[in-house]
């Protein structure tokens, strides 16, 4: 009975130690396949990274914290194999002691199960081990005979910024300019704004407009647009009417439920500004100043 029991123990630690050398193994041979043809917009420095602290046999060459996947996953994989190593000779040297200091039969038989689950243990961990040390050496220029070798990077993109857009664009990603007349009265009309006849409307930025529709949703109310990047103001800076960045909203008659809506619900800001003109502060960040006969709003 005793002798059945040692033989299923011995299976199952075998099973047990098949699935973590698989587990390891399998992955680094997937890596370790014929490379792709080279991508010259690959970056390998993309996987680096700082240690919070040193590991031995982990960290890139001439540094003591810093590795990326290809050192890592080669270190760890090293580790888990000087592991199973040392383990397999603890495992005999016990064995051997359990064996010598009985004269059990069960005892002994227990002793060479236990050798012979460990040696087959030991030889998958090798198989391991020589598997990746032949494969994986071909997979980057880098590797070097015996060595465990990724080539690990991943692709970089590019994003190009178009430097062609003025100040007064529509500040969306790949624009290739500023938003026509049409483009914005288009969106504005679609948004539910109603627009003064006869205001320029060229050249207003997208988070402008966004800006616009926000506050027309959430407040459930008219919002008239009297002003936007016409005029003769004389301002001064990027931040202007002329630059697409501010608007002006009436505040009273069909403008009334949006001021009221302002007040109650943006945040007040101290002080006025300079010209005595009230300040609140759009949870978007947006900035709206109450002036005698409109709102001044700067969305940045």
Known sequence: ????????????????????????????????????????????????????????????????????????????????????????????????????????????????????????????????????????????????SGSFCFNLSLSAIDIKSNSNTPPGGSGGVGSPGPLTEEEVAQQLRNGGIRVAPGIRLAGLRQKTIDELISLRNNCNCVVYLTSATGGNRGEQGEFSHRNGYKVDLRNSGVGSNMTRYIMQNYTRELPNRSDGAQLYRAPSGALYALEYNHWDVLVR
């Open 1 to 144: 009975m005793n002798r059945f029991k040692i033989y299923d123990l011995g299976f199952k630690n075998g099973i047990i130690l098949f699935i973590l050398t698989a587990y390891f193994l399998l992955p680094t041979t997937i890596l370790a396949q014929a490379p792709n043809p080279p991508d010259t917009n690959t970056r390998p420095e993309l996987t680096e990274y700082e240690l919070l602290e040193p590991l031995p046999g982990v960290t890139k060459r001439g540094s003591d914290t810093k590795t990326d996947a290809n050192s890592y996953i080669a270190g760890m994989f090293r580790l888990m194999i000087s592991i199973a190593g040392v383990f397999a000779v603890l495992r005999i040297i016990y064995a051997g002691i359990l064996m010598m200091s009985s004269d059990s039969i069960s005892k002994k038989t227990e002793g060479h199960g236990i050798i012979q689950e460990t040696l087959w243990g030991l030889a998958l961990a090798l198989s391991a081990w020589i598997i990746v040390a032949v494969v994986v050496p071909s997979g980057g220029p880098n590797c070097q």
